[in-house]
Nanobody
Framework: QVQLVESGGGLVQAGGSLRVSCVAS????????MAWFRQAPGKEREFVAA????????YYGASVKGRFTISRDNARNTVDLQMNSLKPEDTAIYYC?????????????????WGQGTQVTVSS
């Protein structure tokens, strides 16, 4: 069993920055790929970024590449998402996720565990 708890959402103006964090716990958590997804009102949940605990590679969705950075702290079992140059269209609930095939599939079906989500709102 894996537990994921997000924090750090909020309200920011367009062009600003925000950081969201996920604390992951559970005996097998490091065997999973970690990711962030987001869901805007009326839209499907969308892949944002992913990484593995034991590798340096990071992966991004096309809409956030170059603006967002995913990182991890293996000692604290945390996965952060630094969001820069935010746009109103980045407004969504951001979810931390864990799954074994997220990097390949980049879809909700690849996720085994979800956090409760944290709201990010970007005003124009």
């Amino acid at each position: 069993q894996v537990q994921l708890v997000e924090s750090g959402g909020g309200l920011v103006q367009a062009g600003g920055s925000l950081r969201v964090s996920c604390v992951a716990s559970g005996r097998t958590v490091t065997s999973y790929t970690m990711a962030w997804f987001r869901q805007a009102p009326g839209k499907e949940r969308e892949f944002v970024a992913a990484l593995r605990w034991s590798e340096s590679n990071t992966y991004y969705g096309a809409s956030v590449k170059g603006r967002f950075t995913i990182s991890r702290d293996n000692a604290r079992n945390t996965v952060d998402l630094q969001m820069n140059s935010l746009k109103p269209e980045d407004t969504a609930i951001y979810y931390c996720a864990a799954g074994r095939s997220i990097i390949v599939e980049r879809s909700m079906s690849a996720v085994d565990y979800w956090g409760q989500g944290t709201q990010v709102t970007v005003s124009s």
